[in-house]
């Protein structure tokens, strides 16, 4: 299942991966031999009524030219098509693996309990935002909140991990559309560390009601999402504040986003390096969209988490040649799901995305990078493993962490 158009049009850019991914998976004679893996695209449109509806098609009508039962579910991308599908695909014995769903309801093994992903939940920007908050001894923060559940179960998770490391959240406020209200009683609180917890066009709202409540500047530390636009601050046309306003409200902030393509040179699980896979996907991508920048193509932020996913399936198919046989199955043998969830549970490799390895709630986890915003430019400031509790810090003036952000007296900041 793979959206090319919607909320959330990943399916652009991750239909390719994955079509690269089967590719290779299909020329290795030591993966599923005896096997060609077939792989029928659908666009769900991120609607979770057309997703389901073409899971009914495909579990029943066979009007999409199938003539058997499939055998895993590769996708959905959007977070609210996989809460429809996931909660359903069990009942069918389906195992579900997306590459492109964030909320942390999916983390739910009652609710989904045949549902995998390789793109790691919302929450785990959270160990993240607590180890910095540790780092410059900040004891007293807020969350601002765009209630929308991706967002309300993140502080949820965030407000856990504050308790259990003696952060004290002084106040959380949620708002729908217009933040104001919300940033005013900030303001009245006297916060100075704020994580903010919307989608981009709110973000804006928020950044221009805090320059219009002078609620911003250098004793102000906002935590923010890492992966809007790198512009999105300067699209002003739907608030009412200017570019040079915004550039002022925003300048210094820090972000958290996943980090969705690895580091490392080595080559992966597919015989090639993460560098020439994307090398690859760009070419495609230009030609299957010449008018476009590679990068503003949807889901090319997560078209490694695609890549990795069909390979997760295709080796865990491949785990379970040795103990079941792929002929018999069939949507109400349980049995050979139970080998199908262990086979995925102890699925692990390097992929182009880093190490996959999945959960008891079938999340995969992944590093979080850093970043500030200084002149209208994000910089890469550090990187976080939550697993083994170490931060990389990526430009040498940080390492010693006093000089970070050439604050002149931090102790104004962890009132
Ligand atoms: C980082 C982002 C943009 C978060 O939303 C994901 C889509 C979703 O969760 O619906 C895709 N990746």
């Not at 906002?222 to 002022?248: H, P, R, S």
């Not at 760009?282 to 069909?310: C, H, I, M, Q, W």
């Amino acid at each position: 299942m793979f959206p090319q158009t919607g909320e959330w049009a990943g399916g652009e850019a991750c239909l390719p991966a994955a079509l690269k991914a089967l590719n290779g998976v299909n020329q290795r004679v030591d993966v599923l031999p005896g096997y060609y893996l077939n792989l029928s695209a659908y666009d769900t449109r991120c609607s979770p009524g057309l997703g389901t509806t073409i899971l009914y098609e495909l579990l029943y009508n066979k009007t999409f030219g199938i003539n058997s039962s499939i055998l895993m579910l590769l996708g959905p991308a959007c977070s609210p098509v996989s809460t429809a599908v996931g909660e359903a695909a069990k009942m069918w014995n389906l195992i579900v693996l997306s590459y492109g769903s964030s909320s942390p309801a999916l983390s739910n093994r009652v609710r989904f309990a045949t549902f995998f992903r390789t793109h790691p939940p919302a929450t785990l920007h959270n160990p993240t935002r607590i180890k910095f908050f540790q780092l410059f001894n900040w004891k007293r923060i807020a969350i601002l909140i765009q209630t929308e559940e991706v967002w309300q179960s993140t502080a949820e998770h965030l407000e856990q991990l504050a308790r259990e490391n003696n952060i004290h959240v002084a106040v959380r406020q949620l708002f729908d559309n217009d933040p104001s209200h919300a940033i005013s009683n900030l303001k009245k609180d006297d916060i100075r560390i704020i994580v903010g917890l919307f989608y981009e066009e709110k973000a804006r709202k928020v950044f221009c009601q805090a320059y219009q409540q002078n609620y911003f500047g250098e004793g102000y530390v906002w935590w923010t999402i890492g992966w809007y636009a790198d512009n999105w601050f300067l699209k002003v046309n739907d608030i009412d504040c200017t570019e040079e306003q915004m550039m002022k409200a925003v300048e210094g902030h820090f972000t958290t986003e996943i980090q969705m393509l690895t580091d490392s040179t080595q080559e992966t699980i597919s015989n090639i390096t993460p560098q020439s896979f994307v090398a690859d996907l760009n070419s495609s991508l230009r030609e299957l969209f010449p008018y476009k920048s590679v990068e503003s193509v949807g889901g090319y932020v997560e078209a490694p988490l695609a890549y990795d996913a069909t390979w997760a399936l295709a080796l865990a198919l491949n785990r379970s040649l040795n103990r079941t046989n792929l002929e018999k199955w069939s949507y109400d043998n349980s049995q050979m799901k139970n080998i199908m969830m262990e086979d995925m549970e102890n699925t692990q490799f390097f992929g182009v995305s880093g190490f996959v390895k999945f959960d008891k709630q079938g999340n995969r986890m992944s590093k979080i990078v850093v970043e500030q915003l200084r002149n209208g430019v994000y910089h890469r400031i550090a990187r976080f493993d939550a697993q083994t509790g170490i931060i990389e810090w990526l430009r040498k003036e940080e390492k010693d962490g006093k000089r970070c952000w050439n604050y002149k007296n931090t102790s104004s900041m962890d009132r």
